[in-house]
């Protein structure tokens, strides 16, 4: 291809969803004749080497976040974590410096790490956060972030620019000094005619210790009802295992083609509220039971939003409490959005 370029993408390495939403960006880039090479760490890197085929891999310094058990504490938690996080954001733009002389680098593409970028080079940054939501905060931690924004060229916001959208008022602000590009939800998911396997499949993700919490509650709760159950636990391995508990399978990890097949053949879903969840499982037009993650703020809202705006319901980890009513009145959504022309996006 004429004017091929080498473009690094580097996903933050934070549950799966940041790779994941990647993996439609890498795949069109490539379907443009583009060099692709892969930077991230742990299970995010493991996700895309699995994922993607013709890229070259690198490892990036790994932020290692974590979360506390008490989601009052997680502000306090998170902040104590500040001085190493910087340290390593030091440590990552070294490492990106050296990729791009490595690989002569054209276009670097960063989803929420803050060090991937360089004024050599043209540097998008990819969020749906103009606004970064963290409770009495959050006037604090968007202005620490739109510091960061401020060092890219660009900043790509997987998201529609109108009134009809998926992440608010976190996507959506008035009079920005950004250059803001809008280039459409992500989805890695199409919608097939699959024969039903499942009454209801949950999908879990995002950092521990919040993620096992919520699978010991799922799996309690599911046992005593009359339905066949599926939940994917969203951990990395190199194979699949299946694992049953009474009325439930436990997949401990499936690819994006397996987990595409869940859902189709399933006829609930119960997810957390991340937004590539959001974005995969609304491209899906399947009905919904959203469970933000104790402590994530943005989650909390988007789950509020998506409710407010298209009907989906939501519960908290603390309240869940399934049963055949619930499940039988989650309402399916015929949501056409990903029907819109995609945008280009070198």
């Not at 938690?77 to 390593?88: D, E, G, S, Y």
């Not at 919490?213 to 066949?228: D, F, G, H, R, S």
């Not at 789950?303 to 407010?308: L, V």
Request: contains cysteine; hydrophobic residues 40%.
């Amino acid at each position: 291809m004429r004017n091929a370029k080498n473009i690094l993408i580097a996903p933050l390495n934070w549950g799966l969803g940041h790779a994941a939403r990647c993996i439609p960006i890498i795949k069109n880039l490539q379907a443009q004749g583009h060099h692709i090479i892969i930077a991230s760490d742990g299970m995010a890197l493991e996700l895309l080497k699995k994922e993607i085929n013709d890229a070259i891999f690198e490892k990036l310094p790994a932020y290692n976040i974590t979360y506390s058990k008490r989601p009052w504490f997680n502000k306090w938690h998170l902040l104590m974590q500040a001085p190493r996080l910087k340290k390593i954001v030091k440590q990552e733009q070294l490492k990106t410096r050296q990729l791009i002389d490595k690989h002569q680098i054209d276009i670097l593409i960063s989803d929420n790490r803050f060090g991937v970028y360089d004024p050599r080079v043209q540097s998008i940054y990819i969020t749906h956060q103009l606004r970064v939501l963290s409770g009495w905060s959050s006037f604090i931690s968007t202005y620490l972030h739109q510091q960061i924004y401020q060092k890219f060229h660009e900043i790509w916001i997987p998201d529609f620019a109108g009134q009809t959208n998926l992440s608010g008022r976190l996507g959506h602000v008035a009079n920005s000094s950004l250059n803001l590009k809008y280039i459409g939800p992500l989805s890695r998911m199409k919608i097939k005619k699959t024969t039903l396997k499942y009454d209801v499949l949950a999908i879990l993700s995002g950092p521990e210790p919040q993620r096992s919490l919520l699978e010991k509650k799922l799996i309690e709760q599911l046992a005593v009802l009359p339905v066949k159950s599926a939940i994917v636990q969203g951990k990395i391995d190199k194979k699949t295992n299946i694992k049953n508990y009474g009325n439930i399978d436990i997949y401990n990890y499936v690819n994006a083609s397996a987990l595409e097949y869940l859902i189709n053949s399933s006829d609930k879903i119960i997810a957390r509220s991340g937004y590539t969840s959001i974005m995969d499982l609304i491209s899906m037009q399947k009905p919904v039971l959203w469970i933000p993650t104790p402590g994530q703020d943005e989650q909390k809202y988007l789950a509020r939003h998506i409710h407010q705006k298209f009907g989906y319901q939501y519960t908290t980890q603390a309240k869940i409490s399934l049963d055949i009513d619930l499940l039988d009145n989650l309402p399916a959504t015929n949501f056409s959005l990903f029907s819109k022309k995609p945008v280009k996006l070198i």
